[in-house]
């Protein structure tokens, strides 16, 4: 089966986002194949060598050499804006601009690195080698495992082009959850080995390489794993997804991966329950059925085709000059309401909500309005689910009925508390949560 990440194989170019540690991993061992190639598979000793286009021993071959073997991933990649990237630079009349053709050819500067698109077409574009290193030894030599590019899948990587004041990708990841992801894991004492699978690629990579037959890699643990989530995480580095800056889904359910409370129920503890909040799902009524609300705006932003979180939490803003005092913003800090993050680093906070509520002032007070609501709801649920406070409701002492709908009224509670939005998600649906909460709250204590 192919991998979602689809690193196991050569063809590569650099991701759209940016994030992480350096780690490099080692290409499996290839298969040995035909010239021809047989899709995504490895190159064999009949594969690769010079193809009477130059590349005989040369470091850099180019992306059509590595076709030979990796045929399908080639016809992905061809379809990405890495192929075009060199296009994408003469469209603004920066072709021959040196400071920017190393981060739009194939090794310009280095030995047999791009020239020009007379002496070097077949370097034009970020190809395989921007990612894997040259593989001149490799496609000479396919079965030597000495030789065989490696696998990056870190941030940095990335970063070493999506970076600076015209693209600063990799500046705000650093500074995002997603970046930090993994470090705030292993720095709490609460920290699983299963809270990897979202707070870090390398396990997300090896979990899947293990499904998919792989019985010799290593899942890392806490103590060893290296990557937050990072730019593959969300984008497939060669593309073909059909998605959108090679996303590997839609936005909705690529962010609902993580950001869910998955099959969480009453009893349990919500933990991040961002996508049922925004979806409008997930809390239960007062006879325990599922909590439903006739409509709510934010969850037409999930629909089909729709922005869904990344309407309000990827805003982008360009600047005619960027400066290190007002670089492009590219939205990846993924929170513009994070005053924790500097604000060159930021578009404004209210970017993603114009569209539907006109002005900024028009949403700031919606949004102050909203949250001033829910933050003292929550505040006055709270001590009635406080074991350390007086007005404590204590489920012993009360009949099996009633501890039902005490522990609904703590589910509904905790859910709209470990949203984490205070209503801005879907206020409709936070309200009919704590509407639910309330009522019972008032039965019980007499209120």
Same mark, same amino acid.
Request: aromatic share 6%.
């Given at each position: 089966?192919?991998?979602?990440?689809?690193?196991?194989?050569?063809?590569?170019?650099?991701?759209?986002?940016?994030?992480?540690?350096?780690?490099?991993?080692?290409? @499996?061992?290839?298969?040995?194949?035909?010239?021809?190639?047989?899709?995504?598979?490895?190159?064999?000793?009949?594969?690769? %060598?010079?193809?009477?286009?130059?590349?005989?021993?040369?470091?850099?071959?180019?992306?059509?050499?590595?076709?030979?073997?990796?045929?399908?991933?080639?016809?992905?990649?061809?379809?990405?804006?890495?192929?075009?990237?060199?296009?994408?630079?003469?469209?603004?009349?920066?072709?021959? /601009?040196?400071?920017?053709?190393?981060?739009?050819?194939?090794?310009?500067?280095?030995?047999?690195? &791009?020239?020009?698109?007379?002496?070097?077409?077949?370097?034009?574009?970020?190809?395989? =080698?921007?990612?894997?290193?040259?593989?001149?030894?490799?496609?000479?030599?396919?079965?030597?495992?000495?030789?065989?590019?490696?696998?990056?899948?870190?941030?940095?990587?990335?970063?070493?082009?999506? #970076?600076?004041?015209?693209?600063? #990708?990799?500046?705000?990841?650093?500074? *995002?959850?997603? %970046?930090?992801?993994?470090?705030?894991?292993?720095?709490?004492?609460?920290?699983?080995?299963?809270?990897? =699978?979202?707070?870090?690629?390398?396990?997300?990579?090896?979990?899947? !390489?293990?499904?998919?037959?792989?019985?010799?890699?290593?899942?890392?643990?806490?103590?060893?794993?290296?990557?937050?989530?990072?730019?593959?995480?969300?984008?497939?580095?060669?593309?073909?997804?059909?998605? !959108?800056?090679?996303? /590997?889904?839609?936005?909705?359910?690529?962010?609902?991966?993580?950001?869910?409370? =998955?099959?969480?129920?009453?009893?349990?503890?919500?933990?991040?329950?961002?996508?049922?909040?925004?979806?409008?799902?997930?809390?239960?009524?007062?006879?325990?059925?599922?909590?439903?609300?006739?409509? *709510? @705006?934010?969850?037409?932003?999930?629909?089909?085709?729709?922005?869904?979180? $990344?309407?309000?939490?990827?805003?982008?803003?360009?600047?005619?000059?960027?400066?290190?005092?007002?670089?492009?913003?590219?939205?990846?800090?993924? /929170? @513009?309401?994070?005053?924790?993050?500097?604000?060159?680093?930021?578009?404004?906070?209210?970017?993603?909500?114009?569209?539907?509520?006109?002005?900024?002032?028009?949403?700031?007070?919606? +949004?102050?309005?909203?949250?001033?609501?829910?933050?003292? +709801?929550?505040?006055?649920?709270?001590?009635?689910?406080?074991? #350390?406070?007086?007005?404590?409701?204590?489920?012993?002492?009360?009949?099996?009925?009633?501890?039902?709908?005490?522990?609904?009224?703590?589910?509904?509670?905790? &859910?709209? /508390?470990?949203?984490?939005?205070?209503?801005?998600?879907?206020?409709?649906? $936070?309200?009919?949560?704590? *509407?639910?909460?309330?009522?019972?709250?008032?039965?019980?204590?007499?209120?």
């Amino acid at each position: 089966m192919r991998s979602r990440y689809n690193v196991s194989v050569l063809v590569c170019a650099c991701l759209t986002l940016v994030w992480g540690a350096t780690t490099i991993l080692s290409v @499996p061992s290839c298969t040995p194949a035909p010239s021809s190639g047989d899709g995504d598979g490895g190159g064999g000793d009949g594969g690769g %060598g010079d193809d009477g286009g130059g590349t005989a021993e040369k470091a850099y071959v180019g992306a059509e050499t590595c076709s030979d073997c990796h045929g399908g991933t080639h016809t992905d990649w061809v379809t990405t804006a890495h192929a075009e990237a060199l296009e994408a630079l003469k469209a603004i009349g920066q072709g021959e /601009n040196a400071a920017c053709l190393p981060c739009h050819t194939v090794g310009f500067g280095e030995t047999d690195g &791009f020239v020009d698109e007379v002496t070097t077409p077949e370097l034009a574009g970020v190809q395989c =080698e921007n990612c894997h290193g040259p593989a001149g030894d490799h496609s000479r030599n396919p079965g030597d495992e000495l030789v065989r590019p490696t696998i990056d899948m870190s941030a940095a990587k990335c970063g070493s082009c999506h #970076t600076d004041v015209h693209h600063p #990708t990799y500046d705000e990841w650093q500074l *995002s959850k997603h %970046g930090t992801a993994l470090a705030g894991l292993q720095s709490s004492a609460f920290a699983q080995d299963s809270c990897l =699978e979202c707070h870090s690629q390398d396990y997300r990579f090896a979990v899947e !390489e293990q499904e998919d037959g792989d019985d010799d890699i290593v899942v890392p643990t806490i103590l060893t794993a290296t990557l937050s989530i990072v730019c593959a995480t969300c984008h497939d580095p060669h593309g073909g997804t059909g998605q !959108e800056a090679q996303l /590997n889904a839609p936005i909705a359910d690529l962010c609902g991966e993580c950001h869910t409370q =998955e099959e969480a129920t009453i009893g349990d503890s919500p933990h991040h329950p961002q996508i049922e909040m925004l979806t409008g799902a997930g809390a239960f009524a007062a006879d325990a059925s599922p909590l439903t609300v006739p409509f *709510s @705006p934010h969850s037409s932003l999930a629909a089909e085709g729709g922005q869904a979180c $990344a309407q309000c939490h990827v805003v982008q803003h360009e600047f005619d000059d960027p400066t290190e005092a007002t670089p492009n913003v590219t939205g990846h800090t993924f /929170n @513009p309401f994070d005053e924790s993050i500097a604000s060159e680093h930021q578009a404004s906070q209210y970017t993603g909500c114009l569209q539907c509520h006109g002005t900024e002032d028009v949403a700031d007070g919606k +949004r102050t309005e909203v949250q001033a609501d829910m933050d003292a +709801r929550l505040a006055a649920l709270a001590p009635y689910f406080d074991s #350390t406070n007086a007005s404590y409701i204590d489920a012993t002492t009360l009949s099996e009925a009633d501890q039902a709908s005490l522990a609904t009224a703590k589910f509904d509670y905790q &859910f709209v /508390n470990a949203d984490g939005s205070r209503g801005v998600h879907n206020a409709e649906y $936070a309200d009919a949560a704590l *509407s639910v909460a309330e009522s019972v709250i008032a039965a019980l204590s007499g209120g």
